[in-house]
């Protein structure tokens, strides 16, 4: 039984009372990997790609829900904490629940990542990131419910707490031109 006033719980019923019918792990990995990419944190330009990906017209409600998870997102990534609250289902619900919001979570990073990205070089490391949270996106039936099952899913979730603030920081360097250097005249 899941935690009926969980965050996730309460944006999904939002999102279902709305008539969007989208997850909302999807739609916080659409804004993280959007943010990562180097979109920024107008509330404009999310609220346009959050209603392309709800297909239709926003109401008020949703509205406000959206900006108000893009300043968390903004919050966690220029903050001082080194980790992200993925918005997925508690722990109590079913694993295979947890591993296919896991999966639509990684799904939309992706998305919002690739839309966003200007041209810009990767680092190998920002590289098997992405090549991770692509695999992650496709393994999301083969969690079992198990206590490896369980062990499994916590290290991947710590994992994608910490892989976007590694794309952040490194697409943030990517905006900052380089330094001019001093002239020996």
Not at 45 to 63: F, K
Request: proline share 4%; net charge negative; aromatic share 6%.
């Amino acid at each position: 039984m899941t935690i009926a006033n969980s965050p996730y719980q309460a944006f999904a019923t939002l999102l279902t009372a709305s008539g969007h019918n989208v997850s909302p792990a999807e739609l916080h990995g659409v804004l993280l990997g959007r943010s990562c990419a180097g979109a920024g944190f107008d509330h404009e330009g999310w609220l346009i790609d959050a209603a392309e990906l709800l297909e239709g017209d926003i109401q008020d409600n949703v509205r406000n829900a959206l900006i108000g998870l893009q300043e968390m997102v903004k919050g966690e990534l220029t903050g001082a904490d080194i980790t992200v609250v993925l918005l997925l289902p508690t722990d109590d619900a079913p694993l295979a629940e947890r591993a296919a919001a896991l999966g639509e979570w990684c799904q939309g990073f992706l998305s919002g990542f690739g839309l966003t990205r200007r041209a810009y070089a990767l680092s190998d490391e920002a590289n098997e990131v992405l090549r991770d949270l692509a695999a992650i996106a496709q393994v999301q039936d083969a969690l079992e419910e198990s206590e490896d099952g369980e062990s499994d899913y916590m290290e991947v979730m710590e994992y994608l707490r910490v892989a976007p603030l590694l794309l952040f920081s490194e697409t943030k360097k990517a905006d900052v031109p380089p330094a001019a250097k001093p002239s020996l005249h």
